[in-house]
């Protein structure tokens, strides 16, 4: 069945360094990925997305890789900051169902030190 | 530009009792989706509307229903509640168009006693 899972239940950096966080998929079919950011109390902020024709996109201070071989995507967040302490989630979708159901997985927290 | 608004942001309600939580989408968004989140997990897709039909369904009893108004905001309705629907529910709304980029609202914290 669909599933999206996480390596890791939690991320500790110090402020400055990178972090990456990593996410496993098991449905093959799913062509579109989505990264979220949930602090505490608060409903999920979009961060990124890619397509499954793309290996690699690029934000501000966020990349996301994606490597279908494997099935597996990451997040990475340069410079990190104390405010990016948060749990991340990363869904996956199937877009040409015609609709949107995404699949989460558990969520990683990350915690950042100053 | 407004996101997604939802209301009530809390709620305690009695096993039993009926519950009706409001979502009003991102402007320029047509769909609304709702999900379930339990206290340390990731979201669980309820059901998505579109065209104020329900077009897709998650793995929710039917105690779980909803309905999308014309202005495309919508409304979850859970019946006969019971302890476990206790969570934050979520209301996410996207484009149909392209069906990407699905925005969350800050959720409705209900809990069931």
């Known amino acids: 069945g669909e599933s999206v899972g996480l390596h890791l239940p939690t991320l500790s950096v110090q402020e400055g360094d990178n972090s990456i966080i990593n996410c496993a998929y098991s449905?093959?079919?799913?062509?579109?990925f989505i990264w979220y950011k949930q602090e505490s109390g608060k409903g999920p902020q979009f961060i990124i997305d890619?397509?499954?024709?793309?290996d690699k996109r690029q934000g501000q201070r966020v990349t996301v890789l994606l490597n279908k071989t494997v099935k597996h995507l990451s997040l990475q967040i340069a410079a990190t900051q104390p405010g990016d302490s948060a749990v991340y989630f990363c869904?996956?979708?199937?877009?040409?169902?015609?609709?949107?159901?995404?699949?989460f997985g558990t969520g990683t927290r990350l915690l950042v030190s100053p | 530009d407004a996101g997604v608004t939802q209301s009530p942001t809390h709620l305690i309600k009695t096993r039993g009792q009926q519950v009706t939580l409001r979502c009003s989408p991102k402007?320029?968004?047509?769909?609304v989706s709702w999900y379930q989140q339990a206290l340390g997990q990731g979201p669980q897709f309820i059901f998505q509307?579109?065209?104020?039909?329900?077009?897709q369904r998650g793995n929710f009893p039917d105690r779980f229903s909803g309905h999308q108004f014309p202005n495309y905001s919508s409304e979850l309705n859970v019946n006969a509640l019971l302890l476990g629907d206790s969570a934050l529910y979520l209301c996410?709304?996207?484009?149909?168009?392209?069906?990407?980029?699905?925005?969350f609202g800050q959720g409705t914290r209900l809990t069931v006693v």
């Open positions: 996410a709304s996207s484009w149909a168009e392209t069906n990407t980029e699905a925005f």
């Open positions: 449905n093959s079919a799913s062509d579109y």
């Open positions: 890619i397509r499954s024709n793309m």
């Open positions: 869904a996956e979708n199937k877009e040409n169902t015609g609709f949107q159901k995404l699949v």
């Open positions: 402007s320029g968004h047509d769909t």
């Open positions: 509307y579109y065209e104020e039909e329900e077009r």
